[in-house]
C-alpha cells in the first residue's frame, strides 16, 4: 500500500498497515527477509537469503564430520526415495481418476452435437483431463476418436486445447501441500498458476482464430502434405520402467479398455486388469474365462480359444476383487492424496533442511543463471529446452511440474527462471506424444500424428505469444498477483482450483448442451462485464483522469463486491482453522482498504 495517502484519518491506517505487512515474512530458522526495496517495503517475491545455522566443516571434529557426512547421505536417500514414492502416487493418482471418470469419459466423448461447438470442446477436454488426470490418456483418447472417424480433426483441435489446459491441476494441487507458511505457498502457488495462466492465454487468443481460420488443422496439414510418414519406433518409457514395479504390484489399468469405452467400439464391464498372461490363438470353440474383467485383450469380450488355462492372472493387489471400479477408485484416490501430502512435506522439509548456504548459493547460481551481456536474453531459451528435454526423459509434464512447484516454495528457481521451464515442459510432452503417434498402425499414422502436431503448435504458438517479447510475459505478473492473494487469504487456492478447472467447465458444458445460442446469450454478457471491470481497474492504475469520478475507485459498491474480507471472516467462521485464516497483519490490512476515505484516495 503506498505511503502517500492524504486525508484526517488515513495517514494512521496507512502506516500502520506498511508496519504491519513487513511482519511475518520469512521463514523462521531456514530463511531470513526478502531483501529491501527502494523504499523501504520487502519484495515478497524475491529469493529469501537461506541461512546455514550449522558449524563449519573446518571447526567439526573427527566425529562431527562422519556424522555430518552420514546425515547428508541420509538426507539425500530421503530426497530420492521421497520423490520416487511420490512420482509412483502420481501414476497412482492417475489411475484413480482414470477408475473414476472413465465411464463418465465415454459419455461426455459421445456427444457429437455438442463436440461441433469449440467452446463445448475446450470445455470438455478440461473436465476429461481432469478426470483421468493425465493429458497423456486424454490425447490417446482423441486420437483413437479420430483414427475410427468418429470424431473429425477439426472438432479434436478445441479439446486438445483443454487437455492442455486441464493438466495444469496436478501442479496446482502440489503448491497446497505448502500452505503452511506465508511465503512459501506465495511463491508455489504463484509457480503453478503460471502454468495454468499461460495456457488459458493461449486458449483466448488461438480458440476463436481456430474457429474462424481453422489455423492449427490448416499448418499441420501443410506439414504433413511436405512428409512422407513411415511407422516408426515406440517413444522411450524411462520413468515407467522405474516406477511400474511399484505401481503393477498396486494396480493396473486396461489401455484399451479406457479407450474403448470412450469410442464406444466395445463394452467393457471394468477397466480393471485381471488377465496379463500372453494371449492364446484362437481356434474353434467358445470359452467364456475371459469374458470378465481384462480377460483377453478387454473386459467383457469374448474369444474363441481352446487353451484359455494358458493364461496368466495379472499379480496386482486389485487383480481378484469383486470391488466395482469406483469403489477401488476412491480407494486408491484417498491412499495416493495420503502418500503424495505425506512426500510432499518430507521433500519441502528436507529441502529447507539441505539447501542451505554455501549449498544454496551453489544450486541457485547454476538455476537461476544467465548468460553475460549481450547474450542474456539467451538464458531463458535455454531453460525452454532445458524444460523440454527433461520432460521428455521422465515421459511426463505432470512429474516435471509438479517436482519444480516445491522448489519455486522454498526459494531455490524464481518465478521469472521457472516460468521458460514450464513452457518448455509443454513442448517436452508434445515432442513425447508425436513419437508415440509416429508408432501408431500405418492406418491411423496421418491422423494421429495430424493431432501430435496440433498438440505441439498450440505450445509452439503460445510461446511465441507470451514468451518472445518481454513486455508480453502476462502470465508472471497475474500469477504474482495471484501468489499474493493467496498469501493473503489461502481459501482461494481451493476456490481457484473448484471454480477454474471444474465449476466454470461444467456450467459451460451443461449450457452447451442447450445449444451455441444459449451459451452465447448467457456466456458473451458475463465475459463482456469481466473484460469491462478489468479495463477499468487498469484504468483506475494507471489513467484516473479518463474515467469519471464515481468510476475513479470501488469505493461505492458494498463491501462484500470490492473486498474479500467479509468472504474470509465467512470461510474462517465455517472452518475456523489457522491455514484457512489469514495473519493479523493481512486482516487489518484488508480493513484498510474497506474505509471508504483510503478508497477515494488511492488508485486501487
Known amino acids: 500500500m503506498s505511503n502517500s495517502l492524504s486525508g484526517g484519518q488515513v495517514p494512521p491506517c496507512a502506516l500502520d498497515t506498511v508496519g504491519l505487512a513487513d511482519q511475518g515474512l520469512g521463514n ?12 523501504g517495503d520487502t519484495d515478497p517475491w524475491a529469493l529469501p537469503q ?7 566443516w573446518k571447526e567439526l571434529s573427527v566425529a562431527g564430520r562422519v556424522l555430518q557426512g552420514v546425515t547428508g547421505v541420509l538426507k539425500a536417500c530421503g530426497l530420492l526415495g521421497g520423490l520416487y514414492i511420490f512420482i509412483c502416487s502420481l501414476d497412482i493418482l492417475s489411475s484413480a481418476f482414470q477408475l473414476l471418470g472413465s465411464k463418465v469419459t465415454g459419455d461426455i466423448f459421445k456427444g457429437n452435437v455438442v463436440l461441433a461447438n469449440p467452446v463445448a470442446g475446450m470445455v470438455i477436454g478440461v473436465l476429461v483431463t481432469v478426470l483421468v488426470q493425465s493429458s497423456s490418456t486424454s490425447s490417446s483418447i482423441v486420437v483413437s476418436m479420430v483414427a475410427a472417424k468418429l470424431l473429425t480433426v477439426r472438432a479434436s483441435v478445441p479439446i486438445i486445447m483443454g487437455v492442455n489446459v486441464g493438466t495444469s491441476i496436478t501442479s496446482t494441487l502440489v503448491s497446497m501441500a505448502q500452505s503452511g507458511d506465508r511465503d512459501e505457498f506465495r511463491r508455489a502457488f504463484g509457480g503453478s498458476a503460471v502454468h495454468g495462466i499461460f495456457n488459458w492465454l493461449t486458449v483466448l487468443v488461438l480458440l476463436p482464430l481456430e474457429s474462424a481460420a481453422a489455423l492449427l488443422e490448416r499448418l499441420s496439414a501443410l506439414i504433413l502434405g511436405v512428409t512422407s510418414l513411415q511407422p516408426g519406433a515406440h517413444a522411450p518409457d524411462i520413468l515407467k520402467v522405474l516406477t511400474r514395479p511399484l505401481t503393477n504390484l498396486i494396480v493396473q489399468l486396461d489401455a484399451d479398455a479406457i479407450a474403448g469405452s470412450a469410442t ?44 484359455a488355462e494358458e493364461l496368466l492372472p495379472c499379480r496386482h493387489l486389485f487383480a481378484g476383487t469383486v470391488l466395482t471400479d469406483l469403489a477401488v477408485g476412491f480407494i486408491l484416490l484417498a491412499a495416493s492424496l495420503l502418500v503424495l501430502c505425506t512426500c510432499l512435506v518430507l521433500i519441502v522439509k528436507l529441502l529447507n533442511s539441505v539447501l542451505r548456504g554455501r549449498i544454496a548459493q551453489a544450486v541457485r547460481t547454476v538455476l537461476n543463471a544467465d548468460f553475460p551481456f549481450p547474450f542474456s536474453w539467451l538464458s531463458g531459451y535455454l531453460a525452454i529446452l532445458v524444460g523440454a528435454g527433461l520432460t521428455f526423459v521422465l515421459q511426463s509434464s505432470s512429474v516435471f511440474t509438479s517436482a519444480i512447484v516445491p522448489l519455486i516454495g522454498v526459494g531455490v528457481i524464481s518465478l521469472d527462471r521457472a516460468y521458460p521451464l514450464l513452457l518448455g515442459s509443454n513442448i517436452g510432452t508434445t515432442t513425447t506424444a508425436l513419437l508415440a503417434a509416429l508408432a501408431s498402425p500405418a492406418d491411423t499414422l496421418l491422423s494421429a500424428v495430424q493431432v501430435a502436431l496440433i498438440h505441439f503448435f498450440f505450445n509452439l504458438i503460445g510461446i511465441l505469444l507470451w514468451y518472445v517479447l518481454p513486455i508480453l510475459r502476462l502470465p508472471i505478473p497475474l500469477a ?4 499474493d492473494l493467496t498469501a493473503r487469504y489461502r481459501w482461494v487456492a481451493v476456490a481457484y482450483l473448484l471454480l477454474g478447472f ?7 458444458f451443461g449450457l452447451s448442451l442447450a445449444g451455441g445460442t444459449v451459451l452465447a446469450a448467457v456466456g458473451g454478457p458475463l465475459v463482456g462485464l469481466v473484460i469491462l471491470i478489468v479495463l477499468v481497474t ?15 475507485s470501488w469505493a461505492w459498491l458494498p463491501v462484500w463486491f470490492r473486498s474479500l474480507e467479509p468472504w474470509d471472516r465467512l470461510v474462517s467462521h465455517c472452518c475456523p482453522c489457522k491455514v484457512c485464516s489469514p495473519p ?21
Open 50 to 56: 537461506l541461512k546455514d545455522t550449522g558449524q563449519p
Open 502 to 508: 471444474l465449476l466454470l467447465p461444467l456450467a459451460a
Open 264 to 307: 464406444g467400439n466395445t463394452t467393457y464391464t471394468s477397466v480393471i486388469k485381471k488377465w496379463c498372461g500372453p494371449r492364446a490363438q484362437p481356434t474353434v470353440g467358445n470359452s467364456s474365462h475371459c469374458g470378465l474383467a481384462g480377460g483377453c485383450g478387454g473386459p467383457g469380450s469374448e474369444r474363441n480359444s481352446s487353451a
Open 480 to 483: 504474482k498477483h495471484f501468489g
Open 28 to 39: 523462521a530458522g531456514t530463511a531470513g527477509s526478502a531483501p529491501a526495496l527502494e523504499d
Open 538 to 552: 487498469v484504468l483506475q492504475r494507471q489513467r484516473p483522469a479518463w474515467l469519471p469520478r464515481r468510476l475513479r
Open 584 to 604: 493479523p497483519a493481512v486482516t487489518k490490512e484488508a480493513h484498510c482498504y474497506e474505509n471508504p476515505e483510503v478508497l477515494a484516495s488511492q488508485q486501487l
